[in-house]
């Protein structure tokens, strides 16, 4: 053994600051007279003060995203529930692109009541003087279309995980009673037809949202949300998108689809061709990849994604 | 009850059959176990990934855990070797990089400005590190081991720990020393 290796417990103890009094000062002279020991005392501590800076590192810890996809994978993998905290669907995440300066869908409710108001009341006219059971636009949530009808469609990804169906199942349920509490409002059932768009427009739409930065889509409620909303606006036109009536629940099952994606936001509903009316996700996943996925109305089950 | 009898308690329940149980120790040591995974391979997929196989090793294998050391350090055994299997097969698929890890924004964090300053390049120079002594710097300095229950984790001697923190630090300060001017050294608040 080298004097040198000798003293690393001593050069240790001095540099994790372990000794006092009389032992603090004798192991200085020690050390003192010891040019390499000196230099390592140095270098120890510039270690430790260095490595401070990483502890207690919030960004060392999971977030709740990574512990959702944890659970969802040892579940996989392990065919048994590993018990979670609730999904945590993105509330303000939703809110956000719903508060944007493009999609503030307040003024835009009350012109559908007033719509509504109309049509519905012109229909019960119309009912009570010709005798015909013509609905308004016939287009209601119970029309629209569901994973079922998806199926066969190239750029379609349906989830066939059992534990998937399994939290998809949950979701659904969830969706049903804000489903029906939209429905019994009107918010979705009644709306004005739309022109439908192609899968190829949310192609360039998805493209253009990946040369975003991730804080772009972030939950708050700030001019970045606009720049999404915005991009969406100039992308697809400006009266292609509408409120969608259920939004946590399609977060809850795009989280699931993906496998947690870093930030996802609601944009609203769509009319695509071939699928009908969709809520769109878009969902940024954690290597910065944008992912837009196209959801049943009712049940937020993901019945599209776009290429 | 403590948090070690808890652990051992949860783990007699899981052998058992009781699942519940298994779901418990992974709540409990699923941030610490990807801390160490994220220190060891610096990529949060991959750190991911490596809890990922750190706890379906503890449901396969956890009859095999004797209550001679804690659970904990048993745990953070397997941690390091799943780590070290990951690392051996980065290293035989080089071009199958990830992104490097990046702080995630945290508005709450309390951390002084110069702390925070420092991490990426603390997280350059630990990287540069070999495998055995980041594995001894991140279990003792930055989870707060100690030698012995270090060298029970790592299966090594205690003097082997104690002189691969040593060497780890002194190859680290040096590596940040490399990496910013003499008079900028990070220096222990």
């Known amino acids: 053994m080298t004097v040198h290796d000798h003293d690393l417990d001593l050069i240790m103890a001095i540099a994790l600051g372990g000794l006092r009094g009389e032992e603090s000062s004798g192991a200085a002279a020690e050390i003192a007279g010891c040019e390499r020991c000196t230099a390592d005392l140095a270098a120890q501590r510039t270690a430790l003060g260095a490595l401070a800076a990483l502890i207690d590192d919030p960004g060392a810890r999971l977030t709740e995203l990574e512990a959702r996809r944890l659970h969802q994978v040892l579940n996989d993998r392990l065919g048994h529930t590993v018990t979670a905290a609730p999904p945590p669907v993105k509330r303000a995440a939703a809110a956000a692109a719903g508060r944007g300066r493009r999609f503030n869908w307040a003024p835009l409710a009350t012109v559908a009541a007033i719509f509504l108001a109309v049509v519905v009341g012109g229909n019960a006219i119309r009912s009570l003087t010709a005798g015909s059971d013509d609905s308004a636009g016939g287009d209601t949530a119970a029309d629209a279309p569901t994973s079922a009808d998806a199926d066969g469609t190239d750029e379609r990804r349906v989830s066939a995980s059992t534990s998937t169906v399994a939290a998809e199942r949950q979701i659904v349920a969830e969706a049903t009673a804000t489903t029906a509490a939209a429905a019994e409002g009107g918010a979705f059932a009644d709306r004005p037809s739309r022109e439908e768009v192609s899968v190829g427009a949310l192609t360039e739409l998805r493209e253009r949202i990946e040369t975003m930065a991730i804080p772009s889509i972030a939950t708050d409620a700030t001019s970045e949300d606009s720049e999404l909303a915005v991009t969406a606006e100039e992308t697809m036109g400006p009266d292609a998108f509408g409120p969608a009536p259920i939004e946590e629940p399609c977060i809850g099952a795009a989280s699931v689809f993906l496998a947690a994606p870093a930030e996802s936001v609601v944009l609203g509903t769509i009319d695509v061709a071939d699928l009908g009316t969709t809520v769109v996700t878009v969902n940024v996943m954690v290597d910065g990849a944008v992912r837009i996925l196209l959801h049943d109305p009712v049940s937020c089950t993901v019945v599209a994604e776009v290429p | ?189």
Not at chain 2, 75 to 80: A, F, K, P, S
Not at chain 2, 133 to 152: I, K, M, N
């Open chain 2, 1 to 189: 009850m403590t948090d070690a009898a808890t652990d051992i308690a949860l783990v007699e329940r899981y052998v058992a059959g009781d699942l519940t149980a298994f779901d418990e120790l992974v709540r409990a040591h699923q941030d610490r176990v990807f801390a160490i995974c994220l220190r060891m391979l610096r990529h949060r997929d991959a750190a991911l990934d490596a809890t990922q196989d750190t706890f379906v090793t503890l449901f396969r294998k956890a009859d095999r855990y004797k209550a001679e050391a804690a659970f904990s350090t048993w745990l953070y055994r397997v941690t390091v070797n799943v780590c070290y299997d990951h690392l051996r097969r980065q290293q035989r698929r080089p071009t199958d990089q990830l992104p490097e890890y990046h702080d995630l924004p945290d508005p709450k964090a309390e951390e002084a400005l110069t702390s925070v300053e420092l991490r990426p390049e603390v997280e350059r120079a630990l990287a540069q590190l070999s495998d055995v002594f980041r594995a001894a710097v991140v279990l003792v300095d930055l989870q707060g081991l100690s030698l012995e229950t270090a060298a029970t984790a790592l299966d090594v001697p205690v003097g082997t720990v104690k002189s691969r923190v040593f060497r780890g630090r002194r190859l680290l300060a040096e590596q940040l020393g490399n990496l910013r001017p003499p008079d900028q050294h990070p220096t222990r608040a």
